[in-house]
Each structure stands twice: as structure tokens, then as C-alpha cells.
């Protein structure tokens, strides 16, 4: 008897380890197939406000002009809160590009690259081996940071992202958006230790035309991501270009 559990031991150690191996092999093979942006990255400046490609204000359509205004009075005068500093909820599109603390890209597991932001714990899930939910779906269970599906385009990552919560703003200063919002990231290194995401805005009802914004990051291996809680002291990020010294 003894021995008979001695062997199913073994058995269930060595299917475990078999699994392991698996799945091992497989995110290698994942990483085989694309280009390596995987590491830990920083932004090379921070702005509170979403600058454009080309520069130039945000091609704002009246009802757009009117939620802009909306949100900027009510954020100076109180009558509307920053969930995303006051709460640590998730920033949203494009603001998430912009925040000034480590981030890091894992690709894996299989069929997946997840980005981690120390900001607020932010997840995000790029499925790589399926497309976007359906309309209905995206309308039933929006997020925060929206659903997005992934490709790569030769050493691009290219990402299209919908399905997001309207209660998040474009950047700090409350830039609107509505639940039509879509966006398209193109993520590449531009050199061995720099990474650019150029993302492109897509809001017919708040916009009048789709637009794109730059985001360039330095690579920082040697940081690790840190534990990050609204209103409790965190990291000196104030070696980022455009952060206000304490």
C-alpha cells in the first residue's frame, strides 16, 4: 500500500512538473514568434495635459466642448472628483499612457501580453489569440481601462482597444470621452532601451476627427514595480521630466 502511494506521489509531481514544462514552452514560443518588448519602462515626461501629434487643442465638437468645461469646472471647484487619485481606480485610455511611475510589459502567458502599471495595481489584459468582444458584449461589461485585443505588424505591437466605463478622463485635466471611444496603439522599441506607443483617438460624438497623442518611454530594468495605495506616501518620481518637485 505504502508503495502504491510512494508511485501516485510521483505520478501527480512528475504531471505537475510535465505542466509546468508546458506551459514554459509554450510563452517561449509566444516570445520566439515576436519582436521582445518585455521589461520595465518609464515615461521620459510627464504632461497633466494630452498633447497632440502636430500639436494643436483637441478637435472638440460642441457637445465635446461642453463636457470639457463641464469637468474642468467641477474638478477646480470640487463638485466633481478625480476617482483616479482620490479612489486609485483605473485611469483609462490615454491617461494611463501618460502616468509618470514604472510600468512593466510581461508577454505571457500564451496568447496574451499583460502591462502592469504601478500606478493604482492597473492591470491590463491584451488578448493576443482572440478579437474584441462583441458590441453587445463591450456595452454589458465596459472597464475601466476598455477590452483590448492585440497583433503584431512586424516589430509593432498593435493594439485596439473599446468597451471602456465613461466615468475616466483623457489625461489630468478632464479631457471627455463617451462609451463610443476606441482607440489604436502602435507599441515598438525604437532603440534597445526605448519603447513609443502612439495612440490614436477615435470619439465621434466629442470629437470631429480621430487624433493621436506620443507617449516615449525609457527602459528601466532595474527598478521593480512597488506597492502603491491613494494618499499613503510612494516613490520619487520627481526625475520625471514635467513632475513637480515636492
Known amino acids: 500500500m505504502e508503495d ?5 506521489r510521483g505520478r501527480a509531481t512528475l504531471v505537475a512538473a510535465l505542466a509546468v514544462t508546458a506551459t514554459a514552452l509554450s510563452g517561449t514560443a509566444f516570445a520566439a514568434d ?3 518588448i518585455s521589461g520595465i519602462y518609464q515615461v521620459t515626461q510627464y504632461n497633466a495635459k494630452i498633447a497632440l501629434v502636430g500639436g494643436g487643442e483637441l478637435p472638440l465638437t460642441d457637445a465635446g466642448k461642453a463636457a470639457y468645461a463641464k ?8 463638485s ?5 487619485r482620490k479612489f486609485c481606480v483605473p485611469d483609462g485610455l490615454p491617461r494611463v499612457l501618460a502616468n509618470p511611475y514604472p510600468f512593466e ?12 502599471y504601478e500606478l493604482s495595481h492597473q492591470v491590463r489584459m491584451i488578448a493576443m489569440d482572440k478579437p474584441l468582444p ?16 492585440g497583433k503584431f505588424e512586424g516589430d509593432t505591437l498593435v493594439v485596439e482597444s473599446a468597451g471602456f466605463k465613461e466615468n475616466t478622463f483623457l489625461d489630468a485635466t478632464g479631457a471627455p470621452h463617451t462609451d ?10 525604437v532603440s534597445p532601451t526605448q519603447l513609443e506607443d502612439v495612440i490614436t483617438i477615435h470619439d465621434p460624438q466629442y470629437y470631429s476627427r480621430d487624433w493621436q497623442a506620443r507617449f516615449v518611454y525609457n527602459q528601466h530594468n532595474e527598478l521593480r514595480i512597488e506597492d502603491y495605495v491613494c494618499g499613503e506616501p510612494h516613490r520619487d518620481i520627481s526625475g520625471v521630466q514635467g513632475v513637480k518637485k515636492p
Do not use: W
Not at 510589459?105 to 502592469?116: H, L
Not at 462583441?134 to 485585443?149: C, I, K, R, T, Y
Not at 471611444?181 to 507599441?187: A, M, P
Open 4 to 8: 502504491l502511494r510512494v508511485f501516485a
Open 34 to 36: 515576436a519582436p521582445d
Open 71 to 78: 469637468n474642468m469646472a467641477g474638478l477646480k471647484d470640487g
Open 80 to 84: 466633481l472628483t478625480d476617482n483616479a
Open 105 to 116: 510589459i510581461i508577454q505571457a502567458p500564451p496568447g496574451q501580453v499583460t502591462i502592469i
Open 134 to 149: 462583441s458590441e453587445e458584449d463591450l456595452l454589458v461589461l465596459p472597464f475601466f481601462n476598455g477590452h483590448s485585443a
Open 180 to 189: 463610443e471611444l476606441r482607440t489604436v496603439e502602435r507599441i515598438r522599441k
